[in-house]
């Protein structure tokens, strides 16, 4: 049988891979913006909150008896897949970046939202309030990614269509 213990357990490795993944994710990222310096100061940024994140992720665990999972949960996956991506796309990475990070972040966000829900339910008082505190962040940044979308936007093209004609007149 599987115990509201067990499933909070479960989610909370789940959550723990995908914090693994954006650490790599977010740095990967970083490195590559440095024509955008607000955008890659916030993803920097928010790569500590990250470490942080696992670091008190691996905390709850140990604290409840369990360890973290080796094996990639969906999540995981799903952010490797935004990593490929990523990867994959030549020139407008800045605009993929803003994208895949607001996607990412609103997965974290909801779940968060259900981790913090199935820690009071377990009566894991510790747990919920990292949980919360861990959401907080994950809004901030999703905040940040929508209030500055349309000008990173706005710049990537005023940028190619430089560019394009200074091609052009060459
Ligand atoms: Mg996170
Ligand atoms: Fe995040």
Not at 16 to 27: I, R, V
Not at 32 to 43: E, M, S, T
Not at 52 to 79: H, I, Y
Request: with cysteine; hydrophobic share 35%; charged share 30%.
């Amino acid at each position: 049988m599987t115990t509201i213990d067990d499933y909070l357990n479960n989610w909370l490795r789940d959550a723990h891979a995908a914090e693994e993944q954006a650490e790599t994710m977010l740095s990967t990222a970083s490195d590559r913006l440095k024509d955008y310096p607000d955008l890659a100061n916030r993803i920097r940024q928010h790569q500590d909150e990250t470490t942080n994140q696992r670091k008190l992720l691996e905390e709850c665990l140990e604290r409840r008896g369990t360890s973290t999972s080796t094996t990639k949960d969906l999540m995981a996956k799903t952010s490797a897949m935004f990593q490929d991506m990523g990867k994959a796309m030549a020139g407008d990475e800045v605009v993929k970046t803003v994208l895949f990070s607001y996607a990412f972040e609103q997965m974290e966000i909801a779940s968060y939202r259900i981790l913090v829900t199935a820690a009071e339910a377990a009566g894991d008082q510790q747990t919920r309030s990292v949980c919360e505190r861990i959401l907080q962040e994950e809004i901030a940044m999703a905040d940040w990614l929508q209030q500055h979308s349309d000008a990173i936007t706005r710049q990537f093209l005023s940028r190619e269509a430089d560019t394009t004609a200074r091609s052009a007149r060459a």
